[in-house]
Structures are given as C-alpha cells and as structure tokens.
C-alpha cells in the first residue's frame, strides 16, 4: 500500500532565511504525482507546487522548489527567503494516475517562522 | 471568486443525532472529495465523486454517507453521529483526474457530545 511520511512534526525558521520540508514516500506505481499543500491557521488547504513523477526536472514555484529524487522516493520542499506568511501546516499527498483512486496526505509538518 | 463553499462552519451535535455536510463549487469541476482532518493526522478520504450522480467509497467511509445529485453539490451525511466522528471535514474539488490539484473549502469543525 502507498504510504507519505513526513518524519518533521515542526519546523522553526528565521525569517528571509531557507527551510526544507521532508517527505517520504512509498509506491509501487511509476505514473504518480506528488503534491505540497500549505494549510494557514485559516484552515483553508492551498496548494504550494505539484511534481509529476515522469518529469525528472524539479518543480518551482517563485520561493518554493522540491528536491525530487525518484529512485529514493523523497520529495522535500524547499522555501526560500521565509516570510512570516509561510507560517502553516504543510502537508505532502501522493496521487496516482491510474488503477484504485489512491489521493493521500502525510501527517504534515508546522512551520514557525521567527521574526 | 466563490471556490468551495462548506456549510455550516461549525457544529455541535449529540450522539445519535443526523446531520448534512453540504458542499458546493462553482468551477464546474468533476471530481468532489471529502475528507476528515484529526489531530496528528493527515487528511483521510471518506467518499469521493468523479461526476455528477457517481459515488465512491474512500479510506473511511463507514458511518457517512454522501450523493451528488447535481455536479456542483456534494453532501456528506452522517445518520446517527457519535464521538468518534468528531473532525475538521474539509471538501474539495479538482477539474478532472485523480491527480489533479485540489481546491479545499474552509472546513467544517463538528463536534459529537
């Protein structure tokens, strides 16, 4: 069965300074894709960057990247020059492309973010 | 700009009491998901819709029920609530394809006494 493990519960950074996320996963499948989602204290589920596991070029989005490494299933997210609105839940989730609908969430990481 | 829209926002309900989760987007999206958010865990599916008048089970569905009578709306049921279904409910939505990105409402807290 398909697993997403995030081994950081918390996560403290300075601010303009640059933290990285870990997540783990693990699949049999090779058609997947990898999600980082940023849950504020509004609750609201925003979604960060997405990887799609047959692309081997690492995904970014403005101060957001991912180190994606296929072969050791690890997916960690990096954020750069942190501002105080990073401050969240982060959480990373794991989909398949085909067979049983498969969408799942790691435990999640809370990142603080130091003035 | 609407989104995914969960009503109510907060419930307090007794055990043994029914109630509707009601959700709607206005993307005209396919795929609609539920899903309950418990402290030190992720988010866990409970049922899922890949279009309008289709349902599906997912990771715990038992004591839920849900229908997708018109592709905007997806309504999640509890018959008779107990504790252990004490949650944050978060409903989302994606254009098409289980690998798509979600869009997440604000979620719902329901308490059981």
């Known amino acids: 069965a398909q697993t997403v493990t995030q081994s950081q519960p918390e996560m403290s950074v300075q601010e303009a300074e640059t933290v990285t996320l870990s997540c783990t996963y693990d699949?049999?499948?090779?058609?997947?894709?990898l999600f980082w989602y940023k849950q504020p204290p509004s609750r609201q589920m925003i979604l960060v960057i997405r990887q799609e596991a047959y692309k081997q070029q690492n995904a970014t989005e403005n101060r957001f990247s991912v180190n994606f490494q296929k072969a050791a299933k690890s997916f960690s997210l990096k954020i750069s020059d942190s501002q105080l609105g990073d401050a969240a839940m982060y959480f990373c989730a794991y989909s398949q492309r085909s067979g049983t609908y498969k969408y799942i969430f790691g435990t999640g990481t809370r990142l603080k973010v130091l003035a | 700009n609407a989104g995914v829209t969960q009503t109510p926002k907060f419930r307090v309900l007794k055990t043994g009491q029914s109630m509707t989760l009601l959700c709607a987007q206005d993307?005209?999206?396919?795929?609609m998901y539920w899903y309950r958010q418990d402290p030190g865990m992720g988010l866990r599916l409970i049922h899922y819709?890949?279009?309008?008048?289709?349902?599906a089970k997912g990771e715990v569905p038992d004591g839920y029920n849900v229908s997708r009578l018109k592709k905007q709306n997806f309504l999640l049921g509890l018959e008779s609530a107990a504790p252990s279904q004490t949650s944050v409910y978060f409903c989302a939505s994606s254009y098409r394809g289980i690998y798509q990105p979600q869009h997440f409402g604000d979620g719902t807290r329901l308490s059981i006494l």
């Open positions: 819709s890949v279009g309008e008048g289709t349902t």
């Open positions: 993307m005209n999206h396919e795929y």
């Open positions: 699949t049999s499948e090779s058609d997947y894709y």
